[in-house]
């Protein structure tokens, strides 16, 4: 039989032990839920990432691959690319226009007409067509008409209506220059004394008689270049040549 002192220090130890604490499995599972859940929610994202990076590497290794092997298939002897062809042009006015400048000079000088009266001409048909022999006028691009009401019918150089001549002495460039200069000397006899811009006005009895004062300086450059004298800044090599008056 055990003794009291035996038995009591058994109950004091009884009581001093704490209780089993109780599991709670439903708690622990839904924590592991949670955590698998963010592991889920970080994992995704990093390997989608990492294979895009590895997809990129592949796609730009390729592209390295393609570039080098074009570079050595390539052969070493390629002609380089020509270099563009520049038309030489003076005062903005190219080959084409400066024949035509060259064709009006002709016709005045053989007329007998002085480099001034001559430098009107291209001034002139500078204003006129831009130094172009086209055959159309006024009323194709503006609609303009005479003052009667009916419709231009201006071609050629000088932008001369049917009263000027047949329309193949109007699209020729030498005698539309001639059937200008003697327009000219008709009508204006003292032209020697008025300002270039009125003399081509009275000549051609258009409505603006200070329309041509702006091509003067340019026709100035033009006639200087192509009788082989050329202003400052101007280049005569590649562009056509013609006598003086």
Known sequence: MPSRTTATTRRRSARRSPPARRRRPQRHARRRGRRTGVALAIAVPVILFAAVLVGAAFLAGSFRMSWADEIALAPDDRAPAPPPIIEPAVAGYRFEQLTNACTILAAGRDLGFDARDQTIAVMTAMGESSLRNIDYGDWETSGVTNPDGSRTTSIGLFQQQDSW???????????????FY????????DRAAVEPTLVAHRTQINSDPNHYARYWDRAVRVVAAVTGYPLEGDRIDGIPHCPGA
């Open 182 to 189: 003697r327009a000219m000397a008709e009508r204006v006899p």
């Open 165 to 179: 001549g047949t329309r193949e002495a109007r699209l020729d460039p030498y005698t539309a220059a001639t059937v």
